[in-house]
């Protein structure tokens, strides 16, 4: 168990929906992180925030967006959704940004 | 961001057998990370290192922070079934330059 959150873990739904997905980083972690894999691909990274502050952006689709509230949790919000938007999300977290990061076990998102 | 250059891209070994992996880069990075994740759930880390030249072990697992800082590699001993899974290599710059390599994904034969 790496202290990383996430919830749900699976999730279906259809196409032109919104879905949130929920983080809660490990204790004392300030920096979030949010990745993307798709089927037998690799992590794509998609936001990092620390201390409630978005810090770097990549991949990420503009039908995507994130938070990271005061109390540190973060929620990873995917609108209008593609059936290519399935794949697993995951959070991670780290103390600060030049430390090692700890992944959760994902949430599986299937848009059918 | 960019992705490191991580080899092989696949390994069908027999049981038994060591298991080598690398990742390479163009980039100097202060931290090299080794992760493995099994199908469905998320990357456990299995090694982490912090200093160029630096050796760590972690039980049949080796894994070495190249002197340039710009590569690592991993090694398996003595490799068993429950190695199954994909390894993936990350690389730690400053201020969140943090990119993986594409995973290895390693088979084992019983």
């Known amino acids: 168990d790496s202290g990383v959150t996430q919830t749900p873990k699976h999730l279906i739904t259809a196409t032109g929906q919104r879905v949130t997905l929920r983080c809660s980083p490990r204790?004392?972690?300030?920096?979030v992180y949010w990745y993307q894999q798709s089927l037998d691909q690799g992590l794509q990274f998609l936001i990092q925030?620390?201390?409630?502050?978005?810090?770097a952006k990549g991949n990420i689709l503009e039908r995507f967006s994130a938070q990271q509230f005061p109390d540190l949790h973060s929620e990873l919000n995917l609108s209008s959704l593609e059936l290519g938007d399935s794949a697993l999300y995951f959070c991670?977290?780290?103390?600060?940004?030049?430390?090692?990061?700890?992944f959760g076990e994902g949430s599986w998102l299937t848009v059918v | 961001g960019q992705q490191l250059n991580q080899s092989p891209q696949s390994m069908f070994i027999q049981e038994g057998e060591d298991v080598s992996m690398n990742c390479t880069s163009s980039?100097?990075?202060?931290?090299w990370l080794w992760y493995k994740q099994d199908p469905g759930e998320g990357p456990v880390l299995l090694i982490a290192?912090?200093?160029?030249?630096e050796l760590t072990s972690n039980g049949r697992l080796t894994a070495q922070f190249g002197i340039t800082r710009k590569d690592s590699f991993l090694n398996i001993s003595a490799s068993i079934p429950s190695d199954v899974g994909i390894y993936f290599c990350?690389?730690?710059?400053?201020?969140?330059?943090?990119?993986f390599g594409a995973g290895t994904r390693l088979t084992v034969k019983p």
């Open positions: 204790s004392g972690d300030l920096s």
């Open positions: 980039s100097i990075f202060n931290t």
């Open positions: 991670a977290s780290s103390v600060d940004e030049r430390n090692t990061i700890y």
């Open positions: 990350a690389g730690l710059g400053n201020f969140h330059d943090m990119r």
């Open positions: 290192l912090y200093k160029a030249g």
């Open positions: 925030y620390y201390n409630g502050e978005e810090r």
